[in-house]
């Protein structure tokens, strides 16, 4: 090895462990593998130039690493790969996108072949745990789930352009056995059957539960966890999402937060993957949807009314366009643009409603001798320290409700499942310190509680997991097909936050009750319709875990 190459990673980068290997293609050409706190650094024997010949793969881009032999028993050496996935410059359009790097060595300086494999396996070792600490540094105090973890993977064949499967076989399956990653792979066959496998699986066999669709069927997931007799524990389960449907919403979000470029198609599904793989844990908010007569839902995305509802049910018949349906059906309904009748009320957030430790005052309301609304009992979970679940709300809002409701029926609370602390039955008035919107002529309302509605339009760019925050938007009547379709385009990159369009209000609040007066409509809680009517909804902050790279 070159000195001058040994005392510059010395000096800058303290080598942990150095070699002289081979490559598997060219045994003739001798390279020098340092690895770092940081860096995997391969440099080509020999060299005169320090700098020439030097390829330096940052851990951080490491999904995973393993130590094998050949099956040519006659050959004693062992060998070691690394699977990276960087950012690269892509070949034919702009812009930086994951890119798959592969690099194999051939290690033969010993005579036992059980000697070469055991320096291997050392090598491999070290690799994945710089890999991780890299990624445990770069995620602060987040949670990481154990290395390898075993995952239920449900995919639906039919999601999106019906590609998901050859998909996961192209993209995801490859790259899960790179990271050392078992998996049970199960085909959905029909609506609501993930749901059904959830609230009945024998969860403590798996330590995540990934789907790869588009975001109906984590919608399923999600309320298939809460249905469960065990549901505070089962909602604890690290939850994954790898996009395959056409929305693809959560997990352009995750992506977005991860600080990626702006991806889509496959190139968010590798992204996804490359997070997935990381095993870190975040919190994420859900918030509850409450109706007339049928049973409580959980949301994880959005709530929709109008515009957005009708866009997003009317371009089912272009599904097979991908994620271009959306913009289709954009302009198939500005076309024919409709005025939404109704009552639009919420409750703000208020400067000392929510603080970044999620509660900022210690009283909370008891309803018939209940355990106080929005908390739930002490959890061995790292991830539930110093988390609420919004039972936090203003000073003045507990007063205005504790004479109000102090001897209310608790018909916001099904048994086994997470209380609400906001938040009245439907046909009760609501409390003085909720705000009600003076007009009732909409173009939409749309309540977000992530930066993404689609994988090109970034509706609350503010959003983030765990804010304990819904983005409420509304769109007055007046508004022209023209300024509509501006707002959208704008929306491609979250800049209608900043445009000075007069009929778009935004508003950040802990729950909203919307009661519509036309006769039709649609309204859709994270894409899937359900019925029309009266609907309420809170956010819970940070109940479920999601996996976020």
């Known amino acids: 090895m070159d000195q001058r190459i040994a005392e510059l990673d010395r000096n800058n980068k303290p080598v942990s462990l150095y070699g002289e290997f081979t490559l598997t293609g060219n045994r003739k050409v001798r390279y020098a593998v340092s690895l770092t706190e940081r860096d995997l650094i391969v440099q080509r024997l020999p060299s005169t130039h320090a700098w020439r010949n030097r390829l330096v793969l940052n851990l951080k ?194 992506h977005h937060y991860s600080g990626g470029p702006p ?51 009317e371009s089912e018949k272009y599904r097979h366009v991908g994620a271009a349906r959306f913009t289709l059906g954009t302009l198939v309904r500005l076309v024919s643009l409709r005025i939404y009748k109704g009552k639009l009320s919420y409750l703000p957030v208020t400067e000392d409603s929510v603080s970044s430790e999620g509660l900022t005052n210690n009283v909370t309301l008891r309803c018939n001798n209940q355990a106080p609304s929005g908390q739930h009992p002490p959890s061995s979970d790292p991830l539930c320290e110093n988390s609420f679940h919004n039972s936090s709300h203003s000073n003045n809002g507990f007063k205005a409700r504790r004479t109000e409701t102090r001897t209310c029926r608790n018909a916001n609370k099904p048994l086994g499942s997470p209380p609400d602390s906001v938040l009245l039955p439907l046909d009760q008035p609501l409390p003085r310190n909720w705000v009600v919107v003076p007009e009732e002529d909409f173009v939409l309302m749309l309540a977000m509680y992530q930066s993404h509605l689609a994988e090109d339009l970034m509706a609350a760019p503010g959003a983030t997991l765990n804010d304990g925050v819904i983005h409420l938007f509304y769109v007055k009547a007046g508004i022209s097909r023209a300024a509509l379709l501006n707002l959208f385009l704008a929306m491609e990159k979250g800049a209608h936050m900043t445009s000075s369009c007069q009929y778009l209000v935004h508003v950040k609040v802990l729950a909203l009750r919307l009661e519509p007066s036309s006769a039709k409509g649609v309204i859709t809680v994270d894409g899937e319709v359900v019925d029309y009517g009266p609907v309420q909804a809170e956010v819970h902050r940070g109940l479920a875990r999601l996996i976020t790279g």
């Open 61 to 254: 881009d490491c999904v995973g690493c393993r130590a094998y032999r050949d099956s040519d028993s006659s050959d004693p050496a062992a060998y070691l790969t690394a699977y990276f996935y960087p950012l690269r410059r892509r070949l034919v359009s702009s812009g930086v996108t994951r890119q798959r790097v592969e690099r194999c060595f051939r290690l033969a300086a010993l005579q036992e072949p059980c000697a070469n494999l055991e320096v291997a396996e050392m090598w491999a070792c070290a690799v994945r745990e710089r890999a991780a600490q890299q990624h445990l540094r770069d995620g602060g105090s987040k949670r990481a789930l154990p290395l390898p973890f075993r995952m239920m993977l449900l995919v639906n064949p039919q999601s999106g352009k019906g590609q998901a499967l050859s998909l996961y076989n192209q993209h995801i399956q490859p790259m899960l056995k790179e990271a050392g990653i078992p998996h049970t792979l199960i085909i959905t066959e029909r609506q609501n059957h993930a749901r059904e496998l959830v609230r009945e699986a024998d969860l403590s066999q798996w330590d995540a539960v990934v789907i790869m669709s588009g975001d109906g069927l984590l919608f399923e997931v999600i309320n298939g966890l809460l249905e469960r007799p065990d549901w505070e524990e089962a909602i604890r389960t690290p939850l994954g999402i790898l996009p395959g449907g056409s929305g693809n919403a959560l997990a352009a979000s995750i």
């Open 263 to 313: 991806a889509s198609s496959e190139d968010l599904l590798v992204s996804c993957g490359f997070l997935l793989c990381k095993g870190i844990v975040s919190h994420v908010d859900l918030v509850s949807i409450h109706f007339p007569s049928s049973p409580r839902l959980f949301s994880f995305l959005s709530l929709a009314w109008g515009f957005v509802a009708d866009v997003d049910i």
